[in-house]
């Protein structure tokens, strides 16, 4: 299976201020998918990054909020802009190795203040 | 679009006692369909999958899941709980297409000794 690494595994961020979270992948993949964990709640999809196009975003994120990039098949950034205190979560992504399953980071864990 | 729901919020079993986590589904195709243990402040770990063939899957950790296509469930077993089993898992469904996974509100598992 992959191993995939991100980064910052966590950070305290001032509001009004941005972050970007890297996630590496140690094989190349076409799909890779962030999602949000809010405290004490499921994962919920933010976007799809594809190598090459526009990140496909889910109902309630947009790309001004969360632009994503997807320079390689083996990486992506996700950034939270301009930041406030809902924001604080736990951001994952994840890939799709078919046969093996979903693979995740093991996160970023975000506190706004 | 598919969905998930897994009824229970919290389950609390002696240690040494059976589990059973309860995971229910909504998808019009053959789903392809996931367990994950998440550990406080820890990611995802996959636990089992199953995609197709035997209804009867097999995981780690002494885990186990039965897929029941007519009653649209897939639930996790375990015939013999450990302490270290405390945690919140997630029961998740995704397509054949590769697609985002769907992930149920989770089931916080607490183990008493």
């Known amino acids: 299976s992959a191993v995939i690494s991100q980064k910052p595994s966590r950070d305290i961020c001032q509001r009004g201020t941005s972050l970007t979270i890297q996630c590496q992948v140690d094989?190349?993949?076409?799909?890779m998918f962030w999602y949000r964990q809010q405290p004490g709640q499921s994962l919920t999809l933010i976007a799809t990054?594809?190598?090459?196009?526009?990140?496909?975003?889910e109902s309630g994120f947009v790309i001004d909020k969360f632009p994503i990039s997807r320079p390689n098949l083996t990486f992506s950034t996700l950034t939270v802009s301009n930041m406030s205190p809902e924001d604080s979560s736990i951001y994952l992504c994840?890939?799709?190795?078919?046969?093996?399953?979903?693979?995740f980071g093991s996160g970023t864990r975000l506190t706004v203040v | 679009a598919q969905s998930v729901t897994q009824p229970d919020i919290h389950i609390t079993v002696s240690e040494g006692a059976s589990l059973e986590l309860r995971c229910n589904y909504s998808?019009?195709?053959?789903?392809?369909l996931f367990w994950y243990v998440q550990s406080p402040g820890q990611g995802l770990q996959l636990l089992l999958k199953?995609?197709?063939?035997?209804?009867l899957v097999q995981g780690i950790k002494g885990f186990e899941a039965e897929f029941k296509r007519s009653q649209s469930s897939f639930n996790l077993r375990k015939p013999s709980v450990h302490w270290s089993d405390a945690a919140e898992y997630f029961c998740?469904?995704?397509?054949?297409?590769?697609?985002?996974?769907?992930f149920g509100a989770g089931t916080i598992l607490r183990v008493k000794s």
């Open positions: 990054a594809n190598q090459g196009s526009e990140a496909t975003y």
């Open positions: 199953y995609f197709s063939g035997d209804t």
């Open positions: 998740a469904v995704g397509d054949s297409e590769g697609n985002k996974l769907v």
């Open positions: 094989s190349q993949v076409t799909m």
């Open positions: 998808y019009g195709a053959t789903p392809y």
């Open positions: 994840s890939v799709d190795l078919r046969v093996a399953g979903y693979t």
